[in-house]
């Protein structure tokens, strides 16, 4: 059981080719576009989901962070429906990949910052000195908030990927626990069985709740430079 523990993080490949990419692209097939006058139930509720999310999403912002909205709510269907296909058997989620998540969070980091220098130039330094503050420790403070400001990418990608990751590794550790306990111990299996399936549920919510913090972080960092 060991030795398969990590072996769900590890790229998929098919005959010497990693397919990732098309992993990655199959969610978007989980969102038709409509194309009649009356939708179904199924497209009708996605998209009531998506607007009651955006419009939560969006109130704080101004009519320049508004614009980033297409963007705020493909992210979190992203996310969310990644971590959901990640919980089915035998399936790869491409969120328990550190790399995958900084190649997300830099370039939305990155914009938000960009968006602040250019629109509010003043008030995007005066974050690296807060006001009154005493001549012997600027330059600390500016070392310090500059820091601060680096580490918020780092800090997207790492929450989400230990998140995911540790709920993957849980549910395998007591799956293996309850296939184990099986011949030793009817009861106790069965009610190692039954925390497996707490823990699944927990793990449903956490895969959304997650992607919905990515996203309302990544919103944050827009409003404080817009």
Request: net charge positive.
């Amino acid at each position: 059981m060991n030795e398969n523990l990590f072996t769900s993080f590890t790229t998929p490949t098919m005959m010497g080719l990693p397919i990732v990419i098309l992993i990655i692209m199959f969610p978007s097939i989980l969102f038709p576009s409509p194309n009649r006058l009356i939708n179904n139930r199924l497209v009708s509720l996605q998209q009531w989901l998506v607007q009651l999310t955006a419009k939560q999403m969006l109130t704080i912002h101004n009519h320049k962070g508004q614009t980033w909205a297409l963007m705020l709510m493909s992210l979190i269907l992203f996310i969310g429906s990644t971590n959901l296909l990640g919980l089915l058997p035998h399936s790869f989620t491409p969120t328990t990949q550190l790399s995958m998540n900084l190649g997300m969070a830099i370039p939305l980091w990155a914009g938000t910052v960009v968006t602040g220098f250019r629109h509010k130039t003043k008030a995007s330094l005066a974050h690296f000195l807060p006001q009154g503050t005493p001549i012997a420790l600027i330059p600390m403070l500016v070392i310090i908030e500059t820091i601060s400001l680096f580490i918020q990418p780092m800090a997207l990608a790492v929450r989400l990927t230990a998140n995911i990751t540790a709920g993957h590794l849980l549910m395998h550790l007591i799956g293996g626990a309850a296939l184990a306990l099986t011949s030793i111990s009817t009861s106790i299996a069965l009610i190692t069985f039954i925390i497996l399936i707490l823990l699944t549920i927990l793990e449903f919510a956490v895969a959304l709740i997650q992607a919905y913090v990515f996203t309302l972080l990544v919103s944050l960092y827009l409003h404080d430079n817009t």
